[in-house]
Each structure stands twice: as C-alpha cells, then as structure tokens.
C-alpha cells in the first residue's frame, strides 16, 4: 500500500537511504544534486552538489559525510549539513 509521495522536483532517483535517526531521507538521481528531505513533513531541506548522476552512496552514522558514486567516475565525498548546503 502506497503511504504517501515525496516530490524529486522532477529528479529520476536512483538511490535512497534512510538516516540512522529516521528524520532524513537522501536521494540520489540524474543530477548533479543530492537531496536531502525531512521524513516528517516530506519536503526538501537541504541540497549538496555531489557530482552527475549519484548512483549509488553511504552516508556516515553522524549524518556529516556522503561517499557517492557516479557512472565513469571515482567516488566523490561531500560534506552534509543538516541545514545548509555544503561541498
């Protein structure tokens, strides 16, 4: 059963992870921008740039550093923020 939807603004995602705590949600698509989305009121809260088409990615148990993966390329780390975007 289908509990609700999240908008991507229009991003194809590719790969999810829940944060250890359950209030965010990352989403990796077709672009260059990881998303990140507060899992109470499903709206985007942060945006970190991470590199073209993030297939694939572990986010560290403090929620502080990102290592995705990318088509072609080697794995890229990211800093984020629970608030603010950051690289």
Known sequence: AN???ISTNGMAAFAVQVSP??????VGGNT???L????QTRTIVNT????????A???A???RILYGTHPGSACSI???SRRNAAR
């Open 32 to 34: 260059t921008t990881l």
């Open 3 to 5: 509990v609700g939807t």
């Open 21 to 26: 705590e359950g209030d965010q949600l990352f």
């Open 78 to 80: 990211s800093s984020v």
């Open 57 to 59: 990615f572990a986010v």
């Open 48 to 55: 970190v740039e991470v590199g073209f088409a993030t297939n």
């Open 61 to 63: 148990p403090d929620n």
């Open 36 to 39: 990140v989305i507060d899992t």
